[in-house]
């Protein structure tokens, strides 16, 4: 099992009889489908188990993949007709699996994007450091790590001193832009 990916669900296949107890009671329990009932759950990682001897499966597939895939708000009607159609091949109690596996989605979606534009960030502070190292200001940073290093804080740790270099880099980087800005003016 690959776990989340960006581009769409991932699907398993299985019977309503290869499902574990912690699967069962999960089914039964958590989303209140009754066993013979069973056409999909959440699985591990944001996997999709659909029961591959449900009627209309493939299109169920279709189905999930559509709803789950949808960000755009313009496109509600189309979500609700993909709900209605969902609702009419299964069962109402089903629409709730549906609905959040649609949830979870775009919530680890959303978790994907940020975490890539994160790395993305950090490639940028990283050609920034070697930029900095130039201007001396590497001694002033561990400086200000070492002490926040120990300093208590109001809920009894310690560490701050990461919280410290941001701030500094966050103040420096102000104070370049009003340098900037004030250069510019004198021009």
Same mark, same amino acid.
């Given at each position: 099992?690959?776990?989340?990916?960006?581009?769409?669900?991932?699907?398993?296949?299985?019977? &309503?009889?290869?499902?574990?107890?912690?699967?069962?009671?999960?089914?039964?329990?958590?989303?209140?489908?009754?066993?013979?009932?069973?056409?999909?759950?959440?699985?591990?990682?944001?996997?999709?188990?659909?029961?591959?001897?449900?009627?209309?499966?493939?299109?169920?597939?279709?189905?999930?993949?559509?709803? $789950?895939?949808?960000?755009?708000?313009?496109?509600?009607?189309?979500?609700?007709?993909?709900?209605?159609?969902?609702?009419?091949?299964?069962?109402?109690?089903?629409?709730?699996?549906?609905?959040?596996?649609?949830?979870?989605?775009?919530?680890?979606?959303?978790?994907?994007?940020?975490?890539?534009?994160?790395?993305?960030?950090? &490639?940028?502070?990283?050609?920034?450091?070697?930029?900095?190292?130039?201007?001396?200001?590497?001694?002033?940073?561990?400086?200000?790590?070492?002490?926040?290093?120990?300093?208590?804080?109001?809920?009894?740790?310690?560490?701050?001193?990461?919280?410290? $270099?941001?701030?500094?880099?966050?103040?420096?980087?102000?104070?370049?832009? &009003?340098?900037?800005?004030?250069?510019?003016?004198?021009?």
């Amino acid at each position: 099992m690959s776990g989340f990916h960006l581009l769409e669900p991932e699907f398993e296949f299985c019977s &309503k009889e290869e499902l574990s107890k912690g699967l069962m009671w999960q089914l039964e329990e958590g989303y209140h489908v009754p066993l013979d009932e069973f056409v999909a759950l959440p699985y591990d990682g944001g996997i999709i188990l659909l029961n591959m001897d449900y009627p209309n499966i493939q299109r169920i597939r279709e189905i999930f993949t559509e709803y $789950c895939t949808i960000d755009n708000p313009h496109r509600q009607r189309r979500l609700e007709n993909l709900y209605v159609e969902f609702r009419e091949l299964t069962s109402q109690s089903n629409t709730w699996v549906l609905s959040r596996m649609r949830f979870l989605y775009q919530e680890r979606r959303r978790d994907a994007q940020e975490r890539a534009e994160a790395q993305e960030t950090i &490639k940028q502070f990283r050609k920034c450091r070697i930029t900095s190292k130039k201007n001396g200001k590497e001694k002033i940073i561990k400086a200000v790590y070492d002490i926040g290093w120990n300093e208590k804080t109001v809920q009894g740790g310690t560490q701050k001193g990461a919280e410290y $270099c941001f701030l500094y880099g966050y103040l420096s980087a102000l104070n370049d832009m &009003k340098n900037q800005e004030e250069r510019r003016e004198k021009l």
